[in-house]
């Protein structure tokens, strides 16, 4: 059975950076599992047995913002990294606020998203 701790939560909306990023944490050697939204992840459960987070914060439906904001009043503590195409000091601010440990603007470096992602892992 896979170690729970290195089991990566993706939620990506665009299917094309879904499979990049379920291929480049594959090959970074974890378990990976994704959701095209914040709803589909609520409803597998999948939260539950994250070792890190990884959301988009655009999503339809839910926001990753407000999907990280219903996974902490749930009392859901797994890190979470954010990623968007549409950066601002102002989704900083409020990702930081809220807990994240990394944010990246797409396309991002896959090697420091990785980095990231172990990092977040050893706090978790």
């Known amino acids: 059975m896979p170690d729970q701790q290195q089991s990566i939560v993706v939620v990506e909306d665009d299917a094309g950076m879904r499979k990049?990023?379920?291929?480049?944490?594959?090959?970074?050697?974890?378990?990976?599992v994704s959701f095209a939204s914040a709803e589909a992840l609520l409803k597998a459960g999948a939260a539950?047995?994250?070792?890190?987070l990884v959301l988009d914060i655009n999503l339809p439906g839910l926001s990753g913002f407000q999907l990280q904001r219903q996974l902490m009043a749930a009392g859901r503590k797994s890190p979470v990294i954010f990623?968007?195409?549409?950066?601002d000091e102002v989704a900083r601010a409020e990702a930081r606020r809220i807990g994240s440990v990394a944010y990246f603007r797409k396309p991002f470096d896959g090697k420091l998203f990785l980095k990231e992602i172990v990092r977040a892992l050893k706090g978790n």
């Open 48 to 52: 539950d047995t994250a070792g890190c």
């Open 83 to 87: 990623i968007t195409a549409h950066d």
């Open 20 to 32: 990049a990023l379920e291929r480049l944490l594959r090959a970074g050697g974890f378990q990976c």
